[in-house]
């Protein structure tokens, strides 16, 4: 008796085991990736101190965690793959992109590979050097070259993300004046700031140029947006407000941005230190109302007249109605001055785009970073690298407290974009 009560007891033990492992199982199945294989890395754009006379030289380079940017020393010593001249770095989803700017004419596409190494998955050519970059969706790179002189017309390059081969280029004048074809008169040429993908609609910012090669900016009086039906690429519209000048600056990819809820915002800057040959207009903020295309008539936010306000460097949305900014603390260090690598030039702002506010960020010293995209979010803070006083830092900025955390120290003259890949 004694013997079959202890065999119940062992049958009993034996079933209870057999749910509590099989609940175990249960709820290791319950995890928040359900890929265990999958591997994600921080991905930077390092560009490095130059040696001597030398021109410094870029890299991309791999961080083990976020810590990485908040503690210690980012360096490229021993590490990182050196790249070939002064290069721009985007991305679309898990996809890195780099492009030279004078030296190279190679746009190189970086992921990670199955083991979870940062590899080189493809490339492509490009005629002239390409000057602005959008990721309008998550599996496309758009990017336009830019030309200094004569008449032709924009190229378009639409780059798959997955494959990171370059799929087609399309041409289109967007808004060419032929002038008379003299001296005097050479013509007017467009030059894209910004790309946004709204509804089958994209939306086009630019600048005008004297088609000479004179960096001359003849039409400063009023913001440009062209309006194509996309992908097919049929210009639909031109629209145009005169309350602020053109939208945007060289070289980034911010001049206009699109929220969480459809609207577009844009800015202009109307600084001559950043580009302009004349400023006739404030540096202001309009919006596109979501499933319009047209500038709101109701929206303008006078950024040199608001508290907290000046002349716009650079903006890029953070979410939640609000973005981030860049003022110019003295415009009349000459034309393009804000543009050098080291110096004083920015104070840093989180503007409320929809109350119409500004706030300075407190902790963030007046700083240079003539390379201002693309800012990292995670998690509601901005990452972003400045250099300040002697030395460059990745500064982690909360726009809800307007106040910037010093983080990492960059062995370097900048992060060029910070970035999260995975597997």
């Excluded at 265990?36 to 021109?55: C, E, I, N």
């Excluded at 295309?293 to 040199?304: A, G, K, L």
């Amino acid at each position: 008796m004694k013997t079959i009560n202890w065999l119940h007891k062992i049958v009993l033990l034996l079933a209870i085991s057999m749910v509590v492992i099989s609940c175990n199982s249960d709820d290791e199945n319950i995890v928040d990736n359900p890929d265990p294989t999958s591997v994600s890395k921080y991905v930077v754009g390092f560009q490095a101190l130059p040696v001597g006379d030398a021109a410094p030289v870029d890299y991309i380079l791999e961080l083990p965690s976020l810590e990485s940017l908040t503690t210690g020393e980012i360096s490229v010593e021993g590490k990182g793959t050196p790249l070939k001249g002064w290069r721009f770095f985007h991305s679309v989803k898990n996809t890195v992109f780099t492009a030279g700017y004078s030296d190279d004419d190679t746009c190189i596409a970086y992921s990670l590979d199955d083991e979870g190494e940062l590899v080189e998955k493809a490339n492509f050519a490009f005629q002239s050097t390409l000057d602005n970059y959008a990721a309008i969706d998550d599996n496309t790179l758009l990017a336009v070259e830019l030309t200094y002189s004569g008449l032709s017309d924009k190229r378009f390059h639409i780059i798959n993300a997955e494959t990171g081969k370059l799929e087609k280029i399309v041409e289109h004048p967007i808004d060419i004046d032929k002038g008379d074809g003299t001296s005097r008169e050479p013509g007017m040429i467009p030059w894209v700031t910004g790309m946004v993908l709204r509804d089958g609609k994209l939306f086009v910012s630019y600048h005008k140029w004297m088609a000479d090669g004179s960096y001359i900016t003849p039409d400063v009086d009023r913001a440009y947006v062209a309006v194509f039906d996309y992908p097919e690429f049929k210009l639909e519209k031109i629209i145009e407000d005169p309350r602020t000048s053109p939208i945007g600056v060289n070289g980034h990819s911010t001049g206009i941005e699109q929220t969480e809820d459809g609207d577009i915002y844009s800015f202009s800057t109307s600084a001559l230190s950043a580009g302009f040959t004349t400023a006739t207009k404030p540096s202001g903020i309009l919006r596109i109302k979501k499933g319009t295309t047209e500038f709101d008539s109701e929206y303008f936010f006078n950024v040199e007249e608001a508290p907290n306000g000046g002349k716009l460097f650079w903006m890029d949305y953070l979410g939640k109605g609000k973005a981030i900014a860049r003022i110019i603390v003295d415009d009349t260090v000459g034309p393009w001055g804000v543009f050098k690598e080291t110096g004083s030039f920015f104070r840093l702002v989180v503007i409320d785009l929809e109350k119409k506010t500004i706030t300075n960020v407190e902790g963030m010293p007046l700083h240079a970073s003539r390379y201002t995209s693309p800012m990292y979010v995670e998690d509601g803070k901005a990452y972003i690298s400045s250099f300040a006083g002697t030395e460059t830092h990745v500064y982690i900025v909360d726009p809800e407290s307007a106040t910037a955390t010093k983080g990492a120290k960059v062995q370097g003259l900048a992060l060029k974009g910070i970035f999260k890949v995975s597997n």
